[in-house]
């Protein structure tokens, strides 16, 4: 299992690297757009911090764009890239295409169909919005152990986003996704809890240790 950031906050970016746990970035065109500098700029920033893996979502729309799209991302994050696509017909239809050296990833997962399709198409990651499948269908977790059931012995696996607390990104792990990611402001609040925190104050307040 592996704990991703979702932003494209390159301050975040470094906080979350400087936490030691996490491993990764995704991005996405609406969170690139909301830095208000270059997306190039941008990614190549996210790239040079290193914490991992780095998700960045093709936006062309034809065959020849998108290669060259995936191709310029290859480019700026290298081995770290994991290229994001769109589960429609023309986002499967591009996978075959792709070199073999770009990792790919199924994003805005809704449907256990759709899964099967990302599955066959050999992608070593699909995305599924467990909160915003919550808001639309009533209930994104169901999904999530729906769709890791039809992933059972494939080499794609299951990356749950759109996660809004603690609570549910545990939950998304329980229900069977292989991995997480999250805004900064969740990711941040994973470690807290009131009653550790109790404890570290008594022991701080009553307890002895190791004079420096």
Not at 1 to 28: C, L, P, R, Y
Not at 76 to 93: E, M, N, R, S, Y
Not at 177 to 194: I, K, R
Request: glycine share 8%.
């Amino acid at each position: 299992m592996s704990i991703f950031i979702d932003t494209a906050d390159i301050e975040q970016a470094k906080a979350a690297k400087e936490s030691g746990w996490v491993h990764g970035i995704t991005t996405n065109p609406i969170l690139l757009s909301n830095t208000g500098s270059s997306v190039f700029e941008i990614l190549t920033q996210l790239a040079e911090l290193n914490i991992g893996l780095l998700f960045y979502q093709l936006v062309s729309t034809g065959k020849e764009e998108m290669l060259k799209e995936a191709q310029l991302a290859k480019a700026i994050a290298g081995d770290q890239l994991v290229l994001k696509l769109p589960p429609t017909k023309q986002g499967f239809q591009i996978i075959p295409h792709l070199p073999p050296e770009i990792t790919c990833c199924v994003t805005a997962i809704y449907s256990v169909a759709q899964a099967l399709v990302a599955r066959e198409s050999g992608v070593r990651y699909i995305a599924v919005y467990v909160g915003r499948a919550t808001k639309l269908s009533g209930d994104g977790l169901s999904l999530i152990t729906e769709i890791s059931q039809v992933l059972q012995g494939s080499r794609t696996q299951l990356l749950a986003a759109s996660l809004k607390s603690p609570m549910e990104a545990s939950s998304a792990i329980l229900s069977g996704a292989d991995h997480l990611t999250m805004p900064f402001d969740v990711l941040n609040a994973l470690s807290y809890h009131e009653h550790s925190e109790d404890a570290v104050k008594d022991f701080n307040a009553n307890g002895s240790g190791l004079q420096l």
